[in-house]
């Protein structure tokens, strides 16, 4: 399975952007997708998940009310709506893709991903 993550880019502090992840080589509405964020010097941290359908989404409490993930799985590909954007928001973002049904909390873990995009870069300026 190969994960193309692109949107990224420089906006404003209260922007908005939109991250897309295209997935190939796999049965895309099989797998359950994440997105991550790795800023300079940090973890890379748990954003948003959802699962294979997209009945069920998950946010860390930082992006809730702010970030929607979707999926498309005609075009095989998830999206991450980023809007009311921080600095603190700056880092480079990935997305992740598993086959595997999640328990609760797995989802935020990146090692409960098999398949990992190769980030694009977001940062927001104050």
């Known amino acids: 399975v190969q994960l193309q993550a692109s949107g990224g880019g420089l906006v404003q502090a209260g922007g908005s952007l939109r991250l897309s992840c295209a997935a190939s080589?796999?049965?895309?509405?099989?797998?359950?997708m994440g997105w991550f964020r790795q800023a300079p010097g940090k973890a890379r941290e748990f954003v948003a998940a959802i699962s294979w359908s997209g009945s069920r989404t998950y946010y860390t409490d930082s992006v809730k009310d702010r970030f929607t993930v979707s999926r498309d799985n005609a075009k095989n590909t998830v999206y991450l709506q980023m809007n009311s954007l921080k600095p603190t928001d700056t880092a480079v973002y990935y997305c992740?893709?598993?086959?595997?049904?999640?328990?609760?909390?797995?989802?935020?873990?990146?090692?409960?991903?098999?398949?990992w995009g190769q980030g694009t870069q977001v940062t927001v300026s104050s």
């Open positions: 080589g796999g049965t895309f509405s099989r797998f359950y």
């Open positions: 992740a893709a598993d086959p595997s049904p999640m328990n609760t909390g797995d989802w935020l873990s990146p090692t409960r991903y098999d398949y």
